[in-house]
């Protein structure tokens, strides 16, 4: 079993950066696969990227390619989430999850942290 805590969230302006970190507590971090997905109110939680166990896979989703960059420390047993150019359209709760494969399905990710709040101001 994996318990998953993220922070890193914060308020940044349009434009700004943040960089999201979930840690893992469990000693078999290294072999799940890692997403982080988002969420607005009364929306559902979506797909924002995803890495493979040994980092040799990432997957994003398009609203965010060439401005978020997902990576992991196994040694550390985090996983992070770098955010450059930050839109209005990005703020949300934040969260990392974790699954036996890498995926950009939610309903395969088993263990899931208890979220971040992003807010982008304009």
């Not at 993220?6 to 349009?14: A, F, I, K, N, Y």
């Not at 960089?19 to 078999?28: D, F, K, M, P």
């Not at 969420?39 to 924002?48: A, D, I, Y």
């Not at 990227?49 to 420390?73: L, W």
């Amino acid at each position: 079993q994996v318990q998953l805590v993220e922070s890193g969230g914060g308020l940044v302006q349009t434009g700004g950066s943040l960089r999201l970190s979930c840690a893992a507590t469990g000693r078999t971090f290294s072999s799940y696969a890692m997403g982080w997905f988002c969420q607005v109110p009364g929306k559902e939680r979506t797909f924002v990227a995803a890495i493979s166990s040994r980092s040799t896979r990432t997957y994003y989703a398009d609203s965010v390619k060439g401005r978020f960059t997902i990576s992991r420390d196994n040694a550390k047993n985090t996983v992070y989430l770098q955010m450059h150019s930050l839109k209005p359209v990005d703020p949300a709760v934040y969260y990392c999850a974790a699954s036996q494969s890498v995926s950009m399905a939610t309903s395969l990710y088993h263990y899931w942290g208890q979220g971040t709040q992003v807010t982008v101001s304009s």
